[in-house]
């Protein structure tokens, strides 16, 4: 029968080869599921759009005027004053004795209606009867709710249609929130075409024209009651004085072909109507040889043919001056059916295939050198136990692959920069167990001895460490979207495998070594010793420390409250566009004379990456989302023949407000978290401690935004929770061998007990530090210019972070008497430091 520690090791090896298996066909090209890349390395769109809920109260608006006209007429009640605004409605019923009446006749208007089989019942409008016969109707917000609802089911459905027209691989659609529609298409060359696609109603109607008076005599005076001026697509547009009554409908065709004329060679759209929509039309055209109809799109003139006879089979074709394209789409368009209301963009991020594949290029060369980096890094101050960190490190990659693999993921850059960092902060977690093992063989214990006590006190450490980064992670994920999103996944799955391979993957390779090798002492090619003769008394400069702080934050704040952090669209709204010249280095100068003539505000242009490349930055447009689209195909009509857009994104007012809101509630919210956590775990002097410090290092993060001019925009919230997780990460640390020391010594005065914890964990500080920075500085070099910002202010947190966890979160301690300077002065009497751990076991056992 197989011992429990034989099943241990079984179940540790079964979930790697599960890890490893999962990952096998991403890193080996094998058949399996692998992982989907993001926009950001394959190319394509994102665009989210929004349902109109001013469009929807319209259209409601309109029907049930419509309505009440017809009920009231139906049950032979005369009314008179019957209009609407907004939400309200009024009508006087002229014989006061048919109120009652009406109110009956008016009754199914205000019948509840169900959100879904399983929703809330809600009455889409309310009646209230007033004075001298007069009714108030009022459209409720829920009912207007149902509406929005409704409309964005049937949208999606529309959407879907329409994309999947395309011949595009795997677009991803799905709802946000309860107006919005999220649409993913990977690798899209033309996203104008799709946007163009997305944000048409598309509401085809057949009419006749009215000849009893002319088009522009409706236009100069009232037209005749039931027909309305219409005008074409032309330049300039021609007026027509058509029918309101449409004589068929998109919802009556069948089937619309984009094909080309046999006798004009130009292309047109073949069409086929059902069995009403072909009687219908039947005897409209017999009753209207001879005179003109016209086919409405959107409340545009898009065709107005002559009837030269019946057309009685329900066939026929649309012509109207089409390009090739155009009458794709109007095809793709009256297959897929009309939108229930409008649909605008309000936030787009495309990107094109090239950029795509340097961003794969720059993460795989950044990925690369960040590892080698840390292996050496590992193997020079570790010898053997860099060896078996460096392979949990490997097994620990291939576990986050293969995790994102079973999720069924995206991969995107700021994943693939998730990874790096997860690389650099990974060997965190074995650096404290190498240097509670060597503390432990210090204290007298053998080897094995000393493995089994390190493995068992570094938990508590390790799980407290990385709870605040796994925090961070967490609200960074509900915090964001797209490819931020990404990071955020990435690193909890990594802070997971790496807390795993440590106490799982490690300790059964170091036990695998041991009884090979059976030794008695530390390694010889653990080098660490050195941080061994450190005695800083770091609290002995705490008052010039706490006042160079205190000016630097002071400094920063001042930055930020004058200077102004240099927001991004993701905050302000507008738009981004990366451009490379087609031939020759980008003409800066001539992109901006070109744009400056198209009245867009104040456009930014300068130099990105290479000489080829620029950047244009277009200020927020007034006019709402709409007019954010205007300036990109403005700028496209431009710049297209002599640039080649690489990275398009658009942010509308309303979504960068909403962006904005989010953002501050997420950084809000992660330090509430770890307030919460800290102050639980420890007491309140270290939870106040380290959010002091975090505070510091987070005014400090934003003074450096001013200070090199980055903009901060959602990856610079991604940067600074990250922050936050590290510098509480290197904190907890620090606080954790504080308590430990704290039981131990229990008259040692706090400036040296705080002395000792920080030159005790001074090690494992630099360390996780260097190695982290290592990570970020290879992506920093190599990762490409999308994530540079993100980058560097990564590296600048890790400095900020270190420091303000040896010098702003212990001091904290000692201004806020953590307990009172019993046992003497500073420099009181020595103790003899008691073994690390009580108690030996009888038989150490580490596997």
Not at 147 to 168: I, K
Not at 255 to 281: I, K, M, S, Y
């Amino acid at each position: 029968m197989l011992s429990f520690a034989r099943w241990k090791s079984i179940l540790i090896w079964l979930v790697v080869l599960l890890g490893v298996a999962s990952a096998a066909p991403n890193v080996f090209h094998l058949p399996g599921r692998t992982l989907t890349l993001g926009l950001d390395l394959q190319g394509g769109s994102h665009i989210m759009l929004k349902v109109e809920r001013d469009d929807v109260v319209s259209a409601r608006l309109e029907a049930t005027v419509d309505d009440i006209g017809n009920r009231l007429r139906d049950a032979s009640i005369r009314y008179t004053g019957l209009s609407g605004t907004g939400q309200d409605i009024g009508v006087t019923i002229t014989d006061p004795t048919q109120v009652d009446a009406a109110i009956a006749a008016l009754k199914p208007i205000t019948a509840p209606v169900r959100a879904g089989v399983l929703g809330s019942e809600a009455a889409e409008a309310t009646l209230t009867p007033g004075d001298g016969g007069r009714l108030a109707i009022h459209i409720t917000d829920a009912g207007i709710n149902y509406r929005v609802s409704s409309a964005l089911t049937q949208s999606m459905e529309v959407v879907r249609r329409r994309v999947d027209e395309l011949g595009n691989a795997e677009p991803l659609i799905q709802q946000q929130g309860s107006d919005r529609i999220v649409v993913q298409v990977p690798g899209l060359a033309d996203p104008q075409r799709l946007k163009n696609l997305l944000n048409q109603q598309a509401a085809l109607t057949f009419r006749m024209t009215d000849p009893r008076m002319s088009a522009e005599d409706a236009m100069n005076g009232t037209p005749p009651a039931g027909s309305e001026v219409l005008y074409s697509q032309d330049d300039p547009p021609v007026p027509y004085l058509v029918d309101k009554r449409a004589v068929v409908s998109g919802e009556n065709l069948t089937d619309a072909q984009a094909e080309v004329d046999r006798q004009t060679n130009e292309p047109v759209v073949a069409f086929h109507l059902d069995t009403a929509g072909t009687q219908a039309f039947a005897q409209a055209t017999a009753k209207n040889v001879g005179k003109p109809f016209v086919v409405v799109l959107d409340d545009q003139v898009i065709a107005a043919p002559v009837i030269r006879q019946p057309v009685t089979d329900g066939a026929g074709v649309i012509s109207g001056n089409f390009s090739v394209e155009g009458a794709d789409d109007l095809a793709v368009l009256l297959r897929a059916g009309a939108l229930p209301a409008t649909l605008t963009v309000v936030e787009e991020r495309t990107v094109g295939p090239s950029l795509g594949a340097d961003s794969i290029r720059a993460g795989i060369i950044a990925g690369v050198i960040a590892a080698v980096a840390v292996v050496c890094f590992m193997l020079y101050f570790y010898g053997v136990l860099g060896v078996i960190a460096n392979v949990a490190l490997f097994f620990n990659v291939l576990m986050i692959l293969g995790v994102l693999s079973l999720m069924g993921a995206t991969l995107t850059l700021p994943g693939i920069a998730g990874i790096v960092l997860t690389m650099g902060m990974a060997v965190d977690s074995n650096v404290l167990i190498y240097e509670r093992i060597r503390e432990e063989a210090k204290a007298g214990r053998t080897f094995l001895e000393a493995c089994v006590a390190g493995f068992s006190r570094a938990l508590t450490t390790i799980v407290d460490a990385n709870v605040t980064t796994l925090i961070a992670a967490i609200i960074l994920f509900y915090l964001g979207s797209g490819p931020v999103r990404g990071f955020a996944v990435t690193l909890a799955i990594g802070i997971l495998t790496t807390v795993f391979t440590a106490f799982s993957l490690t300790r059964w390779f170091v036990a695998k070594w041991i009884e090979k090798r059976k030794p008695r002492t530390m390694p010889p090619g653990v080098r660490t010793g050195m941080f061994d003769r450190a005695h800083i008394r770091f609290m002995g400069i705490r008052r010039y420390t706490f006042t160079v702080s205190a000016v630097l934050a002071l400094g920063a704040f001042i930055a930020v409250e004058t200077a102004g952090v240099h927001l991004g669209i993701d905050f302000t709204g507008g738009s981004i566009m990366e451009v490379r010249a087609k031939q020759g280095a980008a003409d800066l100068a001539d992109i901006r004379a070109r744009l400056g003539d198209l009245n867009l505000g104040e456009v930014g242009v300068q130099g990105f990456g290479d000489p080829a490349s620029a950047l244009i930055r277009i200020p927020s447009q007034d006019g709402g989302e709409n007019a954010e689209q205007s300036a990109i195909i403005l700028v496209r009509g431009e710049l297209e023949d002599a640039y080649e857009f690489r990275r398009v994104e658009v942010v509308g007012p309303s979504v960068s407000g909403e962006l904005t809101r989010s953002a501050t509630l997420g950084v809000l919210a992660a330090l509430a978290a770890v307030l919460v956590y800290i102050w639980v775990r420890f007491e309140w002097q270290f939870a106040l401690g380290a959010i002091i410090a975090t505070l510091h290092d987070i005014i400090l993060t934003l003074g450096f935004f001013v200070l090199m001019g980055i903009e901060f925009n959602l990856t610079g919230i991604a940067a600074m929770l990250m922050i936050i997780g590290y510098s509480l990460n290197d904190t907890v640390v620090v606080y954790d061998r504080m308590r430990e020391n704290l039981r131990r010594f229990k008259q040692m005065p706090l400036p040296i007990l705080i002395d000792a914890s920080i030159n005790q964990t001074l090690s494992r500080t630099i360390l996780t530090s260097a190695t982290t920075g290592l990570a970020l500085l290879a992506l920093c070099l190599f990762g490409g210019e999308v994530i540079r910002s993100f980058t560097v202010t990564m590296l600048f947190g890790v400095v900020v972070g270190t420091f303000s966890s040896i010098y702003i979160a212990a001091p904290v301690l000692i201004v806020f008497k953590l307990r009172s300077q019993g046992g003497g002065a500073e420099g009181g009497t020595k103790q003899k430091e008691t073994p690390a751990a009580e108690a030996k076991p009888a038989k150490p056992a580490i596997g």
